[in-house]
């Protein structure tokens, strides 16, 4: 019903050539995708006023993305292009219950 290519309009102030100018602009909005996910998920809580554990945070916060794309591809074709707040919400946070009969744990996962 409807073309598989989406059109959008640009406008440029660069000397580029219209393609390449295309796609400068489709980089920025990628990266500007991250920056989101980021600024949505683990940045927006950095742990402390401390500069080492904020640096480390930062450093898990940057590869977290990576990982979480890497899941999304690897758990099938619906979650390939979902953004990072999706994934986490729909694979890495599953319900579940850890009580301690007997003073052990015991996970109970969803059984669907």
Known sequence: MFP???Y???FTNTDLPVEAADITH??????ETVFAGLI???TAHIPSGHFAAN?????????SPNLL?????????RHT???GSTLRRKIVDVPARLPRPQRRPVLHLPTH
């Open 81 to 83: 292009g979902a953004r």
């Open 40 to 42: 949505d998920g683990p």
């Open 4 to 6: 598989v290519w989406r």
């Open 8 to 10: 959008h309009p640009f």
């Open 26 to 31: 489709r980089q920025h909005a990628i990266i």
């Open 55 to 63: 640096s480390t945070w930062v450093l898990c916060a940057a590869i």
């Open 69 to 77: 794309r890497a899941t999304g591809v690897l758990a099938g074709d």
